[in-house]
Nanobody, 123 residues
Framework: QVQLVESGGGLVQPGGSLRLSCAASGFTFSSYWMYWVRQAPGKGLEWVSAINTGGGSTYYADSVKGQFTISRDNVKNTVYLQMNSLKPEDTAVYYC????????????????WGQGTQVTVSS
């Protein structure tokens, strides 16, 4: 069955870095756009980033542009989110998702979702 399993979250001090990973199985990973979406405490979903099937095109929310980097490895069936210069406002549960096409921030159109990984930025 389809699985997206995120890892790499945790507690980090402001200014620190984390790299999230999302391991995919059960579908043809290289044929899917991959997304990162986050949900801060008490708030709705916020689209963070997307990457196309080959990894050559990436897209970011204005709030993370220049701070986060999305990448993928189609051999390892894994998508990554490198997060640098973390701020308390980056605290959220981070989800990876997959879709056959580019839907931007229309998360309702994503086909598959992971269970999420908590990122907490605090001193």
């Amino acid at each position: 069955q389809v699985q997206l399993v995120e890892s790499g979250g945790g507690l980090v001090q402001p200014g620190g870095s984390l790299r999230l990973s999302c391991a995919a199985s059960g579908f043809t990973f290289s044929s899917y756009w991959m997304y990162w979406v986050r949900q801060a405490p008490g708030k709705g979903l916020e689209w963070v980033s997307a990457i196309n099937t080959g990894g050559g095109s990436t897209y970011y929310a204005d709030s993370v542009k220049g701070q986060f980097t999305i990448s993928r490895d189609n051999v390892k069936n894994t998508v990554y989110l490198q997060m640098n210069s973390l701020k308390p406002e980056d605290t959220a549960v981070y989800y990876c998702a997959a879709a056959r096409y580019y839907y931007g921030d229309y998360a309702g159109n994503y086909d598959y979702w992971g269970q999420g990984t908590q990122v907490t930025v605090s001193s």
